[in-house]
């Protein structure tokens, strides 16, 4: 069946969309953790700079290891430098993953939506096709008349002529009401001088899908029954009389 083709590749690419999501939250928090220790290194290297520097301004106010307190601060500067570098490219990396496995994330609850929503289709037709081998009897049609009863052809056109034009009147004014009642639902709530418009909260019915899921996650199927006969009326036009040539 093509709706279990279909439930069987969004599962598939489901299972590569947990696959992904977990790989990338692995790396999210690995290239966390190397940005804040490459932050913490340059926090390190900063207080040693300023160490240095102190250092420095006290050599050459005493005139005591200069050199050895410039070489000091020009070393600690360069690795200051260097840190600082690659923190921000740490930082980058740490971004980039922290946004891959967002996106990662949202792929998931997508195809987990769909997923769930072709399964739920697909246990449905499983359901209605095991369902229909064990259908509970229709309700009893109304009588239909005996051989003996039936009445005239021309009383049966007679009726058919009129339930047509009935049938096909009905259908017009329920158009023409159903785009009546479009446009008045459009109005908000209130008083139009003899028109009230009111809202009443709906009702609720009955989730056949949601049926079909409970009874399939019992191992049982859902009970079925069938329907009416569809009844339908065909007047076939009067076939009028071709001219003779003259």
């Given at each position: 069946?093509?709706?279990?083709?279909?439930?069987?590749?969004?599962?598939?690419?489901?299972?590569?969309?947990?696959?992904?999501?977990?790989?990338?939250?692995?790396?999210?928090?690995?290239?966390?953790?190397?940005?804040?220790?490459?932050?913490?290194?340059?926090?390190?290297?900063?207080?040693?700079?300023?160490?240095?520097?102190?250092?420095?301004?006290?050599?050459?106010?005493?005139?005591?290891?200069?050199?050895?307190?410039?070489?000091?601060?020009?070393?600690?500067?360069?690795?200051?430098?260097?840190?600082?570098?690659?923190?921000?490219?740490?930082?980058?990396?740490?971004?980039?993953?922290?946004?891959?496995?967002?996106?990662?994330?949202?792929?998931?609850?997508?195809?987990?939506?769909?997923?769930?929503?072709?399964?739920?289709?697909?246990?449905?037709?499983?359901?209605?096709?095991?369902?229909?081998?064990?259908?509970?009897?229709?309700?009893?049609?109304?009588?239909?008349?005996?051989?003996?009863?039936?009445?005239?052809?021309?009383?049966?056109q007679t009726h058919a002529d009129r339930f047509t034009d009935l049938d096909q009147q009905a259908k017009t004014l329920a158009k023409q009401?159903?785009?009546?009642?479009?446009?008045?639902?459009a109005l908000p709530v209130g008083i139009y001088g003899r028109v009230v418009i009111t809202r009443t909260p709906g009702g609720s019915v009955?989730?056949?899908?949601?049926?079909?899921?409970?009874?399939?996650?019992?191992?049982?199927?859902?009970?079925?029954?069938?329907?009416?006969?569809?009844?339908?009326?065909?007047?076939?036009?009067?076939?009028?009389?071709?001219?003779?040539?003259?």
């Amino acid at each position: 069946m093509d709706a279990t083709k279909k439930t069987a590749h969004l599962m598939a690419r489901l299972v590569e969309a947990e696959t992904t999501l977990r790989d990338t939250r692995r790396e999210e928090a690995r290239t966390e953790c190397a940005a804040t220790r490459a932050i913490a290194r340059v926090q390190t290297a900063r207080t040693d700079a300023a160490t240095a520097r102190r250092d420095l301004c006290t050599a050459e106010r005493t005139g005591k290891g200069l050199a050895a307190a410039t070489r000091r601060l020009a070393t600690r500067t360069i690795k200051l430098d260097t840190l600082t570098a690659a923190a921000r490219e740490a930082k980058a990396t740490a971004t980039a993953a922290r946004r891959a496995a967002r996106t990662a994330a949202r792929r998931l609850d997508t195809l987990g939506r769909r997923a769930a929503l072709a399964a739920t289709r697909t246990v449905a037709t499983i359901a209605h096709r095991l369902g229909e081998a064990s259908l509970t009897p229709a309700p009893t049609a109304g009588r239909t008349l005996a051989a003996t009863e039936l009445p005239a052809a021309e009383e049966i056109q007679t009726h058919a002529d009129r339930f047509t034009d009935l049938d096909q009147q009905a259908k017009t004014l329920a158009k023409q009401a159903d785009a009546e009642k479009t446009w008045l639902r459009a109005l908000p709530v209130g008083i139009y001088g003899r028109v009230v418009i009111t809202r009443t909260p709906g009702g609720s019915v009955l989730d056949s899908d949601q049926v079909a899921l409970d009874y399939t996650a019992r191992g049982e199927v859902a009970p079925r029954k069938a329907r009416r006969d569809t009844f339908k009326v065909a007047v076939q036009a009067e076939m009028t009389e071709r001219a003779t040539a003259a």
